[in-house]
């Protein structure tokens, strides 16, 4: 079962913004089941990846437009990606070497910043865009 789902109450009016939250809330929960299904490390470790790779992506394409409009929000944003990719890569670093406990705590961390900074941070972002 599906960790979350999208709903409109995460959109945040953006397209390309929008259209990378539903592919990051599908990678959360992809690896969500992985889990679930007790695939293999390999296999876990491989989603999560993907999902930093995309994650990091996502952040670039946000910080792109946030310099393109001189954003004043923009260093206290940039902090928030920049921890959590810190925060993850520190969990990333656990699982590999074998704490799969871990496997349950990324989901639901990576499911309640994304739900967080979404409807937080994000929102302001594509305020501001507009
Ligand atoms: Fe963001």
Not at 17 to 37: C, G
Not at 89 to 116: C, H, M, P, Y
């Given at each position: 079962?599906?960790l979350?789902?999208?709903?409109?109450?995460?959109?945040?009016?953006?397209?390309?913004?929008?259209?990378?939250?539903?592919?990051?809330?599908?990678?959360?929960?992809?690896f969500h089941?992985?889990?679930?299904?007790?695939?293999?490390?390999?296999?876990?470790?491989?989603?999560?990846?993907?999902?930093?790779?995309?994650?990091?992506?996502?952040?670039?394409?946000?910080?792109?437009?946030?310099?393109?409009?001189?954003?004043?929000?923009?260093?206290?944003?940039?902090?928030?990606?920049?921890?959590?990719?810190?925060?993850?890569?520190?969990?990333?670093?656990?699982?590999?070497?074998?704490?799969?406990?871990?496997?349950?705590?990324?989901s639901?961390?990576?499911?309640?910043?994304?739900?967080?900074?979404?409807?937080?941070?994000?929102?302001?972002?594509?305020?501001?865009?507009?």
């Amino acid at each position: 079962m599906a960790l979350f789902t999208w709903n409109d109450d995460l959109s945040v009016g953006h397209t390309f913004i929008d259209d990378d939250h539903k592919k990051l809330v599908t990678m959360v929960n992809s690896f969500h089941d992985a889990m679930e299904q007790g695939r293999g490390r390999e296999v876990i470790g491989k989603v999560l990846r993907n999902l930093v790779v995309y994650t990091q992506e996502h952040f670039g394409r946000e910080e792109a437009e946030m310099r393109r409009i001189s954003y004043p929000g923009f260093p206290a944003h940039k902090a928030a990606h920049d921890k959590l990719i810190r925060e993850v890569t520190e969990l990333q670093n656990g699982f590999a070497s074998g704490n799969t406990l871990l496997t349950v705590k990324i989901s639901l961390f990576l499911r309640d910043w994304l739900l967080t900074h979404i409807k937080q941070t994000d929102k302001l972002l594509a305020a501001a865009l507009r």
